[in-house]
């Protein structure tokens, strides 16, 4: 007699591989409008090494305009124009992170990005990691001294 669960048990493995695989698919990115280069000021986002969380590509923006994806131990330098921007951070489908800055000609302003402990907990019931993603806190921290030991995303300008 053949076993009639074995073709659900394989399309339920090739679903969730598929499902965990979507997850690593990083966001496409747009180009960010130049700055005047005798006005703006700097902004390094960087994302820290993590086991949680690690495989998934965080996908990083200014003003709703998503301009590059890290992935663990990587930074993107972005050149803006002086003034209010909110910066925001997303994985997968999760809602983003967002942080509001003033930033300063001439200023570096760095922010530190994170996996959420709350992800932690999501990965015993990986369901709740497919219907609500992984969530990742935006902090502005002083400039770490090793942000040379970060692999740097290259960011486009039109």
Request: charged share 15%.
């Amino acid at each position: 007699m053949k076993n009639p669960t074995k073709p659900v048990s394989l399309l339920a493995c090739t679903l969730a591989a598929s499902l965990q695989l979507a997850g690593c698919v990083s966001t496409p990115t747009q180009t960010l409008p130049p700055p005047p280069t005798t006005s703006r000021g700097e902004i390094v986002v960087y994302r820290e090494s993590a086991f949680v969380a690690g495989g998934v590509s965080l996908s990083v923006g200014v003003d709703e305009r998503r301009f590059a994806n890290l992935g663990n131990h990587e930074l993107a330098r972005a050149w803006l124009a002086p003034g209010a921007h909110e910066i925001l951070v997303q994985a997968r489908s999760a809602e983003p992170t967002r942080v509001k800055i003033q930033l300063d000609a001439g200023q570096t302003l760095c922010l530190r990005t994170s996996a959420s402990p709350s992800t932690y907990a999501k990965v015993v019931m990986p369901i709740s990691l497919i219907t609500t993603g992984y969530h990742f806190y935006l902090n502005e921290q002083p400039c770490p001294a090793d942000l040379g030991s970060y692999q740097a995303i290259p960011v486009v300008y039109q």
